[in-house]
């Protein structure tokens, strides 16, 4: 590695790089990430008999019953992290609606016909505000599932039918972010080289950041206030 | 069923098969509990805690002659009583049997997502066995009578298991063997339903209560516990017995069309990105640029 500088934010940044994620963006993008990918696999096996295999991979069926809730805590936690890194980089601006109309070019890769875009494209933050409210969804429909026990005494069991209203709304919730979860996945790994970088290390080239995110290059670099 | 095999098919020394062979009927069995011969005296309940191996549980005295509020993981056997006042101002002491109804169309069953947790037998009877019970409690979701009852020690959720391991060995359940009054039978469905319909019609014809007939709900495809109870149109009354009991439609559309759709779409989904990468490929932005450190 070529001699660099270590922000205060944790990242070495060699000659020609510029930061893109800080390391506590990272942190809790990858602990976010960690926390979401178990509970998908495991929420996968509890959802379909096809994919109940799935239960063995990771300890067994009652072991993710009973971890399942609390590794989505951790989830629920580190959205919010993430919300307080990253929410005005998420807020919507004029040039997102030109990106919109312009989405086939750019699943096609015609980049040059891409509107320059800020921090974020304005793809990453529907995917961003997809997986932010589908996670209260998440959330309210998860902790009447985690004490069903709630709804199967007398007093309560006129509220039974929430139960199972939550049940599918849960699973119906998750399937619409495992959905965007593919694409985001597909995304960093396959379809942007230097995202990942990006997420692991934290840096991108001048090259990456002027070509995918011209508005936030020229912003951080003084170019554009 | 396996002995079916072992009807004697022709005989030495007789022309022909034996008296009434050829003749098969399918053997479901069925629990009848007449409510209208039923004095509330709890012997069921005994015979299911001792039979089954539980401790009586603590309960709470609430001014009824119900032994406790509800069915617990470890007390199956429940006598519903309520206090029911008629239209002409008459009292009813109602005492219902509750424990699980053994579904046709289980809805606990639809719902446990765990190999092997639940199991309905041929004969009808719906059985949890515990050691594939992962707790989840999505029994609890799909059944449409509040039977399964979850215990937090174990992580496992248990029910009245109709006895199970008697009617495997030939024997009758234990409720039925404790029953002083005779209003709870026991035998294959076709004969509780005949009986059942036998005495509804005696309590129509000898008594003031004209609605007596059988509870065998078609919602859930008729029962393996089956009811005669006096006032056949207000079963709600009989603690709270559900007049037209289904399996939750929720559950029903997250174990059918939303199953289905989820596993398509995944499947469609990756395939997606797949065929994205081979068509497209990736963003190239200056490979020289990207591969510095």
Known sequence: MSTGSITRTGTVVPQEQVVRYTFPERAAHWINGIAYSYCMFTGLALFTPFLYWLAAV????????????????????????????????????????????NIRPYIENRDELVPPQGRFNAGQKQFWWVM?????????????????EWFSNGSTRGLHWLLTVCVFVHSATALITIAAFIIHVYMSIWMTPGSMKAMVEGHVSRAWAMAHHRLWYEKITGRRN | MSNGLMEIKQISGHRGGTPGSGVSRDYDVCKLVDTTTCIGCKACEVACLEWNGYEFRDTTFDNTYQTMPDTAWNFWNLIRFNEVVNDDNSVSWLMRKDQCMHCADPGCLTACPA???????????????????????????GCPFNIPKFNSATKKVYKCTLCSDRVGAGLEPACIKSCPTGCLHFGSKEDMLDLAHKRAAQVRANTGWKDADVYDPEGVGGTHVIYVLADAKNPEKYGGLPKDPTVPFFVKMWKGPLKWLGGVGLAAGVLGVFMHHIRYGAKEVDKAEETKP
């Open chain 1, 58 to 101: 990771f300890g067994g069926g009652a072991t993710i019953r009973f971890w399942h809730p609390w590794v989505g805590l951790v989830y629920l936690v580190t959205i919010f992290w993430m919300h307080a890194k990253w929410k005005r980089d998420m807020v919507a601006i004029p040039e997102d609606e030109q990106w919109k109309k």
């Open chain 1, 132 to 148: 932010f409210w589908c996670t209260f969804i998440l959330l309210i429909t998860g902790i009447v599932m985690w004490f069903p």
């Open chain 2, 115 to 141: 190999d092997g947790a639940i199991v309905q037998y041929q004969n009808g009877i719906v059985d949890f066995n515990q050691a594939n019970c992962i707790g989840c409690q999505y029994c609890v979701t």
